[in-house]
């Protein structure tokens, strides 16, 4: 199949973070000292030439960005310094910023101060649209005798919307790219049984980290167990979908069923906020301390995502803690609008940040696991009998 070129493809690269990608004469040495390189994955070697060449189509169509968890191997030993592991970021940025229709995520990763213009944007509306849900509030009255409260309620629900669909399509387009990489062996081979065990192997890897656990470590003094990559990762992730999982239950329970509480949803949300609070907090101060390769080249996706999460296990903190104690103060409104304006952010944002990492990456992860099935299943099939007369 004809590929589309694009000269200009390194030049557009550069501006998510892969800036020395020009400097790189395809040595091979990064592929030979990654732990993760394997057969059939293109690692990374590979996607550093392709995106000399400006295969931009090729690229997207690729998931073995998502399969690096940069553990800075590459970059440590590359004899150019070309940064080999900036690059594989720097292809998931552009991977996240394509899937967007909107051209806002690429915006946001090119430009830093546009990133904070539209989450302080973005926060107004929803803070707006949340008052409007308490009209007769203190905060509410003196509102909406500025402008009208269906004016409010209806923009923030538009905005809502808006963004919900961004996200759904840019799931699509993710989803549509990978299913047209897959091989014509590999799409007649769709039966059932490959894509459950993909699906088997990509649950296992998402809650055990193991393929991020054969990372080997650059630096010369290793660091303990719970504080390598793998656990500090593993714990913002399972910190973060405990947290999903209570709201949802909360939701359920609570403002659905009419139930006053449920206790199981408070202490998974408890549970949850504890090991997020300390992936987010030591991935924090890794990330100030820079000593790791892969740490020093952070950048404001990176932050973004980390403020957020820090702030809103902080204040949901904040929040339990006066539930229990049954603490009426003015300032538990202001960390309450806070709390929920910074949740709602990260679901409306999911696909235009570096979150996105919660949805492509097991989807990228699947479609691996998928090609790999189907090409042992496939090599392992018997031969087709044939007869002579």
């Not at 394997?38 to 690229?59: M, N, S």
């Not at 101060?285 to 404001?300: F, I, M």
């Not at 492509?360 to 031969?383: C, I, K």
Request: aromatic share 12%; proline share 5%; glycine share 8%.
């Amino acid at each position: 199949m004809a590929q589309k070129v694009n000269p200009d493809f390194a030049n557009q690269l550069a501006r998510f973070g892969a800036k020395q990608v020009s400097t790189c004469f395809n040595c091979g040495n990064c592929t030979a000292v990654c732990s993760l390189s394997e057969g059939g994955a293109a690692f990374p070697r590979k996607l550093i030439r392709y995106a000399q060449l400006g295969l931009k189509d090729r690229l997207m169509d690729m998931v073995e960005p998502w399969l690096c968890y940069y553990c800075g191997d590459c970059s440590a030993t590359c004899p150019r310094g070309a940064g080999p592991g900036e690059t594989m970021a720097a292809l998931r940025r552009y991977a996240i910023a394509s899937a967007d229709p909107s051209g806002l995520a690429s915006l946001m990763y090119r430009r830093p101060g546009a990133a904070v213009l539209a989450t302080l944007a973005l926060a107004v509306v929803l803070g707006l649209f949340l008052v409007s849900l308490h009209p007769a509030h203190g905060l509410g009255q003196w509102l909406f005798r500025l402008v009208p409260y269906e004016a409010v309620h209806t923009v923030g629900m538009g905005v809502s919307a808006v963004f919900g669909v961004l996200a759904i399509a840019g799931a699509f387009r993710v989803l549509r790219r990978y299913a047209g990489g897959l091989s014509a062996e590999q799409r007649r081979f769709g039966a059932v049984r490959p894509a459950i065990a993909a699906l088997r192997k990509t649950l296992v890897e998402i809650a055990t980290m193991r393929r991020h656990g054969r990372c080997r470590e650059s630096e010369p003094v290793s660091e303990p167990w719970y504080r390598a990559p793998r656990w500090v990762h593993a714990a913002i992730m399972w910190g973060f979908f405990g947290l999903f999982g209570a709201t949802l239950l909360d939701f359920l329970f609570i403002y659905f069923l009419g139930w006053e509480e449920f206790p199981p949803a408070r202490v998974l949300g408890t549970v949850s906020g504890l090991i997020m609070l300390y992936g987010v907090s030591l991935s924090f101060y890794q990330r100030v301390r820079g000593r790791a390769v892969h740490l020093k080249e952070s950048v404001l996706a990176d932050w973004w995502l980390l403020v957020f999460l820090l702030v809103l296990a902080a204040t949901g903190f904040w929040l339990e803690l006066v539930e229990t104690l049954r603490w009426q103060a003015g300032v538990n409104d202001a960390v309450l609008l806070v709390h929920t304006i910074m949740a709602m952010e990260l679901v409306l944002l999911v696909t235009l940040t570096k979150l996105a990492h919660a949805l492509y990456r097991p989807l990228a992860l699947w479609f691996h696991f998928y090609r790999q099935t189907v090409s042992l299943e496939h090599s392992q099939a018997p031969e087709p009998s044939s007869t002579t007369g």
